[in-house]
């Protein structure tokens, strides 16, 4: 279980580490870094705490299943940590999709104007 543990600890390190790296090397914009950096700390507070650690077990109710419960309970709000984020993530790509979309209609649709203003302005010029 220490194992487990150390491990959680180094990768929510490491996590928050590169998101910070990222965020200065403006890679990845702070709104977004701060749902991974809550999700590095919340990692590192559960794989560092074991009275917090065991109170989330007791709180959805696997700390009966033994000294198993620990590291169970670490990877599932991990997991759930990281399936939160990566929903906000699929909403904004969702939403600059569509935004890409209707922008590209407009500027079609200013292109056919501009290509008829051209004609217009070409047309008297030959007459």
């Not at 914009?29 to 590095?40: K, N, T």
């Amino acid at each position: 279980m220490d194992r487990l543990l150390n491990v959680m600890t180094a990768f929510s390190v490491l996590l928050i580490a590169s998101v910070l790296s990222s965020v200065r090397r403006a890679h990845i914009r702070v709104e977004y870094s701060v749902s991974w950096l809550i999700a590095g700390l919340v990692m590192l507070i559960l794989s560092r705490w074991m009275a917090a650690l065991d109170w989330v077990a007791d709180l959805v109710g696997i700390s009966q299943t033994g000294p198993a419960a620990a590291p169970l309970v670490l990877l599932m709000v991990t997991g759930t940590l990281f399936m939160i984020v990566l929903y906000r993530i699929s909403l904004r790509i969702s939403s600059l999709k569509d935004s890409n979309i209707a922008l590209a209609q407009r500027l079609a649709i200013l292109e056919f104007h501009l290509g008829s203003l051209n004609e217009k302005a070409k047309a008297p010029a030959t007459d």
